[in-house]
């Protein structure tokens, strides 16, 4: 089992700013990757970003340039940088993880931060 704690989520001005952070527990060393995935009001669940258990990263081809993953592997934990933060980004950001576990593949999902973008 893997434990995702979402925070970091909140109100921000379009233009500004948030790092999201998920920290992580359970059986770590099962992980072989980590995304970022978020749902605005109304709309499906979206693939936001994804990192790698070797760290390489991928990311929606609409967001690159505004949205940075990251994760550090001694504190368990994964980020998520946002810049330039637009109207449209609203909505609630989870995180993911994938394990891999005695051959068999898992997924696990945090609880979600929200992510307000208004003036």
């Known amino acids: 089992q893997v434990h995702l704690v979402e925070s970091g989520g909140g109100l921000v001005q379009p233009g500004g700013s948030l790092r999201l952070t998920c920290l992580a527990s359970?059986?770590?060393?099962?992980?072989?990757?980590m995304a970022w995935y978020r749902q605005a009001p109304g709309k499906q669940r979206e693939w936001v970003a994804g990192?790698?258990?070797?760290?390489?990263?991928d990311y929606a081809d609409s967001l690159k340039g505004r949205f940075t993953i990251s994760r550090d592997y001694a504190e368990d934990t994964l980020y998520l940088q946002i810049n330039g933060l637009k109207p449209e980004d609203t909505g609630v950001y989870f995180c993911?993880?994938?394990?891999?576990?005695?051959?068999?593949?898992?997924?696990?999902w945090g609880q979600g931060t929200q992510v307000t973008v208004s003036s």
């Open positions: 359970g059986l770590i060393f099962s992980v072989k990757s």
């Open positions: 990192i790698g258990s070797a760290g390489s990263t």
């Open positions: 993911h993880a994938h394990t891999v576990v005695a051959g068999k593949d898992n997924d696990y």
